[in-house]
Nanobody
Framework: VQLQASGGGLVQAGGSLRLSCAAS????????MGWFRQAPGKERVFVTA????????LYADSVKGRFTVSRDNAKNTVYLQMNSLKPEDTAVYYC?????????????????WGQGTQVTVSS
């Protein structure tokens, strides 16, 4: 499967962005989907994930209440709505897909990765 992330950009603190991750290849509904981010000079970290059915979600504490993950299986796309953005949200955001298991917070759980999209939040 191939993943294509988009929607990043430059936004002022307090603003919003919506990231999209379009998948091609195998049946999208077979995948658990996750978002990670990597800030300059830091390791890539978990942001959020959604299971195959879309009924289960996980969020990092740093984004709870501000970010919302969703998916549209008919469009083979997962979304990340980011509100109340802060300068510390600045990072390259990656989407990832997993065929099996349930350790959504761990990078090794995922089988496929998108190329990343840059999000920059100015103060």
């Amino acid at each position: 499967v191939q993943l294509q992330a988009s929607g990043g950009g430059l936004v002022q603190a307090g603003g919003s962005l919506r990231l999209s991750c379009a998948a091609s290849g195998r049946t999208f509904s077979s995948y658990g989907m996750g978002w990670f981010r990597q800030a300059p000079g830091k390791e890539r970290v978990f942001v959020t994930a959604m299971n195959r059915s879309g009924r289960g979600t996980l969020y990092a504490d740093s984004v709870k209440g501000r970010f919302t993950v969703s998916r549209d299986n008919a469009k083979n796309t997962v979304y990340l709505q980011m509100n109340s953005l802060k300068p510390e949200d600045t990072a390259v955001y990656y989407c990832a897909a997993s065929i099996g298991g349930n350790d959504y917070r761990t990078e090794s759980f995922y089988d496929y990765w998108g190329q990343g999209t840059q999000v920059t939040v100015s103060s």
